[in-house]
């Protein structure tokens, strides 16, 4: 754990395949990207070993930060800064639970400094990685969290390998909004799902992520498709104090109430599984009724009730209520 | 104020703080910031006039050191100093340890630092660390008191754990290091209507998280030592420099930042963490192995973990008491958690338990055992007296709950204090009388400001319902060590013919107001209705002389009373000069300074102004005061507080809405300063109490939160809606113009108060550890639905 | 060493500040001497390295052939501070706070953690808060940077400093060129902040003597004093 940033070199990406160039000409653990920078630098600064990389490429200047709305949906290039995202009119119209969990993030002048395609990507907090220890993502085959402290940053749902939390804000929301993902690489472009971006734990490139952009890919931008008229949102986080820190658990619903009764609901949990996790119990249990104290009750019993937390180490099975409650609470602010 | 104050300055409540418009504009230098311009120091980037230490660190609890390699270091052009090639002096402790340890030698605590790197540049102090490699064996390692003096512990140092020196005796129990025994507690425990007991209360380790990190700049010249540095007490670096470094203490400058004129009073806090010197003592021996300008300046992750901290502490604690709430009886059995070198400690938190009420009954052991933990116990703001109170306050709650009687009542019952006729009580160990005491006056003033019997509903019963949002009310008293004199107070006071004034003190402001309480203090000693013409020349070595230092709520108390006393001295110098000048046959002994004149005091019109009489003077005359603490009397502080929280059951957070503070402070110095210590001291209280714990890994021992994103302090976001800041001027007769300290009083007694909220919150489930987790919040609730209180 | 003897601090040091910022030098820190040998960066005053560990990080460089920057070579920038144009050379690691404190002498902007996590080192930059120990310095150029030595260049900077004031917001100090920045850039963007808005615009920057209600109120005073109007 450190404070300074050892000596790298900064190169200037001239545009998005130059940058996939670099990066694959650098090779995955001697190169990385660099949008905002409150993200790869602070892993710089913790010191650890294999996110301590010899260059790094400046994709900020490649025109990615913009809002844009179509006849379909909200187009948002990956370095737009999260502030913006928050500010942002068409945000706040067409998908405003993006911006309610945008606006989340951590303080405001980490908000001005990050991008939205760096909170979706940005590394698990871990207190084990952020100490050098030499775990599934630091070059060794160990996770320390799973039978250490877990409180805070590991899973209630189980995992395997890395057992540490997705903990950003902004991937959980853009799940329930069904958002799409456009990475660009060196075999071409690809759209996915939200769901496809967050396969679980696997080997990318011989890093052990949740993710999965390649070393040499580059994520340039998030399309969040138009919600069907008559579609509420809420979102709640929970978390030890009330700015700064990550979320204990958070929820991201979206719900169609034309009818009356529910139907294509959405839930999904942050801070609390590897990846951004879909209560589909909860939404099964939401479809075809009525929104009441009782409801919102019943539905986050259901989003927790496949949950399996961690009872070696220290534990964490109070997130379990914590992550019920994420969901009550963001079903009472469905507006 | 509606009436007029009988005195010239203090207690003025439209008092801004002197020197807030120095540091909101970024002009004061604090000891981090001394760049070579301010100390004169050529400052070409990399031209070696002046190098920056950092730290090499070992991550084990325990370990023996089996080669230290810093040849990659020296061949990239860096400089490293090792333990090996330090003077082998000893260091302040019992233990005997090293500012760096040599190789064979054992660390003793993880984030010990190992060896010390300069670099040219800041950027590059991390560079040097990374390029020294310490190879270590890991010993096995205690980190729990209980555990280090149970008997077959294994032993850290020769002689045992406890650092009372003593050998475990054939019961593994090592000698008490504090025994405090009045009436028959035994006894009285068994004749008593309700028991409540033995039940165990523990706090976490903590530390300090002061703003300014520590920082010295050292030069040598010629033999001659100036140190510029973030300390709380200058005088002693210097001396204990001196001693290490075998110079005369007159070689030996040492200043707060910049010291000399208005300079020595800017430091980014303290709280304690800023009276020790290992970090000035190794970068003095890099700046003599360099032969340049060193300045040490530690990073947040070194300093998160170094010097002293608030050691954990244990107690097992039974409380008896009569059905009609007389308290009669008081066991304790405390274990503190020294640290690697701490000596043993504790008292200060024992003493909080027999003067809180009066029990006539007492007996309490105090164990103190050395461990791995962390460095060593020592200052950090309450210095054991937030445990202290916690303990207590908690105890006292329980006893209250199993009573079912109001727990303001039983306290209020049961309460040390003034006498009837005011005679104030008597510190049942000692046997010697308070100087004063704000009780039960301090008690009465906050019932009444919290609104306390409008909103206690009964155990079990929340305060207030809102959906999921409960509310509960707690209150706690406090009663204090900190806030006496302690040692002595020593300063001077100079007027100029121009009638300027400089007033001299060793002490410093790490935040607490002193550059504006001090400049009160000699303004209201010289008659003086404003301050501004008083420099403060504060915490240099060169220009001041000792008075202990800025830490134990002291500072208020010591420096005002030297002021009166300096202003006296001069007067005695000064007054027969100004005499002649008055009406015929004025004696100088009946002068007395006063609405910025020097005046007869059985004539008061026959006098001149200050100024006039400065005007006298061909040169300037210094007046010089000394304040000895006097042993007869015990000094506490005294008060009460009240807490109004709201949890939140089905996330488990905590708000802590309502907080009244009622303190005696004997006397109101700086107004503005002091309301905002008990806003500070709360916030501080909020995350001690629900967040704060420097915590290891389970199983390596290793930290894992030196740092401030996961060792979490209030945000303002914690603010609560109302804070209530109440003074009992009770006028404290060993004190100047009454006013005795408040600095750590306004944290002690916070944590109880929450927590003893909480529980009312939660129809009455019990939190006996501190801090009180998220997870702690949750198990509460599931308790409290469980039984039905919720 | 020759000592040449204490700086400002005998001086008033408000008045020495502002003074000084009408009127600065820059300092010896930002001129480094010229020698021989080193090629000149057009538009900047050429300058030699005298320190080894410089030297060092031009010959760690890759070998690989690409651009023909070497991305590890320093980069000479010129950043405005306050109206004020300072220039140098860095690496390109260097941190924002580390440049204004270090070479260009403004150690108004303090660096309580160095990783983001406290807001101490808080600066505006066009007007918006960012923590400038996480900021390269190369990125700054370009930008109009405002810190707390900003006070005559910017008339809400100095309606905040001098609501602290009386509002009593400070106590050690160390955090509050943070806090006042951010506050700064809250009443730019929203002249007449609710509570919990100030709330929400300061969360950033911690305190550890616990300052915040009486920064609380400093804003709303400062709001007012600024718009003529009553803080919301």
Redesign the interface.
């Known amino acids: ?7 790298f070199g900064l190169v200037q990406a001239q545009s998005v395949q130059d940058a996939i160039n670099l990066l694959s000409k650098y090779g995955a653990g001697n190169a990385r990207i660099i949008s905002g920078g409150t993200d790869i630098i602070s892993r710089m600064k913790n ?1 650890i070993a294999a996110h301590t990389p010899n260059y790094l490429i400046d994709i900020s200047g490649l025109g990615l930060n913009y809002i844009k709305q179509d006849s379909g949906g909200v187009h948002i290039g990956a370095t737009t800064a999260n502030s913006d995202v928050v500010n942002s009119s068409v945000v706040n119209t067409a998908a405003p639970l993006l911006a309610s969990a945008v606006g989340s993030i951590a303080t405001l002048q980490l908000r001005n400094n990050s991008t939205i395609g760096g909170d979706v990507l940005q590394e698990v ?1 871990c ?2 990685l ?2 050098n220890y030499d775990c599934w993502r630091n070059g060794g085959n160990v996770c ?1 969290g799973a ?3 877990n ?2 940053y590991h899973s209630i749902f189980g995992g395997r390998l890395c057992y540490a939390v997705h903990a950003g804000d902004a991937a959980p929301a853009m799940s329930a909004l069904g958002a799409q993902a456009t990475i660009q690489g060196p075999l071409g472009s690809r759209t996915i799902s939200m769901d496809q971006l967050f396969p679980g734990i696997s080997v990318v490139g011989g890093r052990v992520q949740e993710h999965t952009v390649d070393y040499n890919e580059i994520l340039t931008e998030f399309y969040i498709p138009n919600q069907p008229k008559g579609t509420k949102s809420g979102w709640y986080k ?1 978390r ?6 990550f979320a ?1 658990a958070s929820a991201a619903v979206t719900v169609n109430m034309s009818s009356g009764a529910a139907s294509n609901a959405s839930v999904v949990l942050g801070g609390v599984d590897v990846v951004p996790h879909r209560a589909s119990a909860a939404e099964s249990y939401l479809n075809g009724k009525s929104m009441s104290e009782d409801v919102y009750s019943g539905a986050g019993a259901a989003a927790v009730q496949d949950a399996t937390p961690l009872t070696y ?2 534990g964490n099975a ?1 997130r379990v ?2 992550a ?3 969901v ?2 963001a079903l009472r602010a469905l507006a | 104020m509606s009436t007029p104050s009988k005195f010239n300055i203090i207690g003025n409540p439209n008092i ?2 002197r ?12 000891a ?2 001394i ?15 002046i190098a920056y230490l950092g730290v090499v660190t070992c991550p084990y609890p325990r370990a023996k050191i089996l080669k230290i390699d810093t040849s990659a270091a020296e061949a ?3 400089v490293t100093l090792t333990g090996d090639q330090m003077p082998p002096y000893s260091y302040l402790s019992s233990r005997n340890s090293l500012a760096l340890p040599r190789t064979s030698d054992i660390t003793m605590y993880p984030g010990q630092p190992v060896v010390a790197v300069a ?9 040097a ?2 390029l020294v490699t310490v190879e270590y064996e890991p010993l096995p390692y205690i980190l729990e008191a209980e555990e280090a003096l149970a008997p077959g512990a294994l032993q850290l140092y020769n002689g045992g754990n406890s650092p009372a020196g003593g050998y475990t005796n054939e019961n593994g129990i090592a000698p008490s290091t504090i025994n405090i025994k009045f009436g028959d507690a035994d006894a009285a425990m068994a004749k008593a209507d309700v028991v409540v007991g033995p039940l165990v209360y523990e706090t976490q380790h903590e530390q ?6 520590y920082a010295a700049v050292a ?1 040598w ?1 010629n033999g001659s030592l100036r140190v510029w540095s973030s300390n709380q007490w200058a005088h002693n670096e210097a001396s204990s420099l001196a001693a290490f470094f075998g110079v005369p203490v007159n070689n030996v400058t040492v200043s707060t930042a ?6 020595g009073g ?4 303290g ?1 304690g963490d800023k009276i020790y010197q290992e970090l000035e003592v190794v970068t003095a021996a890099m700046a003599q192995k360099t032969g ?2 060193v300045k040490g300046a530690l ?3 070194n300093q998160a973990i170094w010097a002293s901290a608030r050691f954990p502490m244990k107690s097992y604690m039974t409380i008896g008491a009569m059905k009609d709430g007389t308290m009669t009886a008081l066991k304790a059995t405390v274990y503190t958690n020294c640290g690697a070198i701490g000596g043993s400690n504790g008292d200060d938190a024992i003493s909080d338990f027999y003067n809180m009420y009066n029990i006539p009954n007492v007996n309490i052991v105090g164990n103190s055992a050395n461990t791995n933990r962390y460095h060593s116990a020592g200052a950090m703001r309450d210095v054991g007296e937030s445990q202290g109170h916690f303990f207590i306050e908690s105890l006292v709650d329980e006893l209250a709950q199993k009573l079912n009687m109001d727990p303001a009542a039983l306290r209020r019952q049961n309460l040390r204090g003034n006498d009837a006729s005011g005679n104030p009580p008597v510190d049942p160990n000692v046997n010697q009388p308070y100087s004063s005491s704000a009780q039960p006056a301090a008690f009465d003033k906050a019932a009444t400001a919290f609104g306390w019997s409008q909103k206690w509903q009964g155990w079990g019963k929340s305060s207030q319902v809102n959906g999921p949002l409960r509310r509960g009310v707690g209150i706690a008293n406090l009663n204090g060590a900190k806030g006496g004199i302690i040692g002595f107070g020593a300063g001077q006071l100079q007027v100029s013919p121009d009638g300027s004034v400089q007033a001299f003190t060793g002490l410093t402001d ?4 002193g550059n504006t309480t001090f400049a009160l203090e000699a303004a209201e000693a010289l008659g003086l209705t404003s301050f501004d013409n008083v420099t403060m020349v504060m915490s240099d070595t060169s220009l001041t002389t000792d008075t202990i230092g800025t830490f134990g709520s002291r500072s208020t108390r010591a420096c005002g009373l030297a002021f009166i006393a300096a202003a006296r001295d001069l007067g005695r110098q000064w007054f027969p000069i100004v005499a002649p000048k008055l009406a015929p046959n004025t004696d100088p002994k009946n002068l007395v300074f006063g609405n910025n004149m020097i005046f007869d005091k059985t004539n008061p019109s026959n006098g001149i102004s200050f100024t006039a009489a400065a005007a006298l003077l061909t040169s300037p005359m210094k007046g010089s005061g000394f304040f000895p603490d006097p042993n007869n009397v015990t000094e506490r502080t005294t008060g009460t507080k009240f807490a109004e929280v709201e949890v ?1 059951t ?4 905590v708000r802590v809405v309502h907080f009244t503070s009622s303190i005696g402070i004997g006397r109101v110095i700086f107004a ?2 002091a ?2 210590q008990v ?6 209280g909020i995350g001690e109490t ?2 704060q714990e420097l ?1 290891l ?3 390596t021992g ?9 060792f ?8 609560p809606d109302q ?1 209530d800041a109440l003074w009992i001027e009770q006028n404290d007769p060993v004190a100047p113009w009454g006013a005795v300290g408040i600095g750590e009083p306004v944290l002690m007694a916070v944590a109880p108060a929450i927590a003893n909220a909480l529980s009312n919150a939660l129809g009455g489930y019990r939190f006996r550890t501190l801090p009180i ?3 702690d919040i ?2 509460g ?2 308790w409290a639905r469980a039984n039905g209180t919720l | ?1 020759a ?8 001086q008033t ?2 008045s ?3 003074q000084s910022i009408d009127s600065k030098k820059v ?3 930002t ?3 010229a020698t021989a040998g080193t090629a000149a960066v057009a538009g900047v005053t050429a300058l030699a ?6 030297a ?1 990080s031009t010959s760690t460089s890759s070998t690989a052939a690409q651009t023909s920057t070497d991305p590890f070579a320093m980069v000479p920038i010129t950043l405005t501070v306050n109206g004020q144009q300072y220039s140098t050379v860095v ?1 390109p ?2 941190m924002l706070v ?1 440049v204004i ?3 260009f ?11 983001q ?2 807001g ?1 080192c808080t600066v505006l930059i066009d007007d918006k808060p960012f923590y400038s120990c996480t900021y390269l310095a190369v990125r700054a150029q370009g930008h109009q940077i405002l ?3 900003g ?1 005559q260049k910017d008339k809400v900077l100095a309606a905040v ?1 001098t609501a ?3 509002a ?1 917001a ?8 943070g806090r ?1 920045m951010a506050a700064t850039g809250l009443l730019k963007s929203n002249p007449n902040p609710t509570s919990d808005q100030i ?1 929400a615009g ?2 950033g920057v ?11 109120t400093a804003v709303q005073n400062a709001a007012q004093g600024l718009n003529g109007g009553t803080a919301a």
């Open positions: 754990m450190r404070t300074e940033v050892p000596k010191g907090w207190p084990y952020r100490n320390y039978i250490g402290d409180r805070y929970v030890d104090r009330g700015t700064w820190d204990l180490g220290i109070y209520e914590l019920k409650g994420a009550i609470n | 801004n703080r020197d807030i418009t120095r540091k909101v504009t970024g002009a004061a230098v604090y981090w910031d760049n070579p311009e301010h100390i004169g120091v050529d400052g070409t980037v990399g031209s070696g006039s990239a052009g860096f670099a040219l540049t800041t950027d590059q102090v991390e560079d660390a990374r300090h998280y002061e703003f300014e990190p030069q010249t910049l010291g000399g004129n208005e300079g800017v430091l980014g806090n709280l340049t300008v990073m947040r992750n790490h935040g607490a107001g939140n089905e996330t488990g957070a503005k300063g309301e905002s806003r500070g001291g709360l916030f501080m629900l967040y915590y890994d389970p199983t290793r930290h894992l939160n030196p740092n401030f994103h996961d979490r302090i209030a945000t303002i976001m914690e603010a804070v987790s998220r997870e949750v198990a609730i599931q | 060493m000592r040449k003897g204490h700086s400002a601090s005998k040091v408000e020495s500040l502002l300092s010896r820190r001129f480094l001497k390295l005298e320190s080894r560990s410089y060092q690496e690691r260097a580390n404190r270090e070479r002498n403004l150690t108004g902007t303090k660096r309580p953690c160095n990783r996590e406290c101490g810190t707390v030595e006070t400093q602290w004031v009386s009593d400070s106590q050690c100090g160390y955090c509050q060129p006042i709330k300061l969360e911690l305190c550890r003597c616990g300052t915040y209600l009486n920064a609380i």
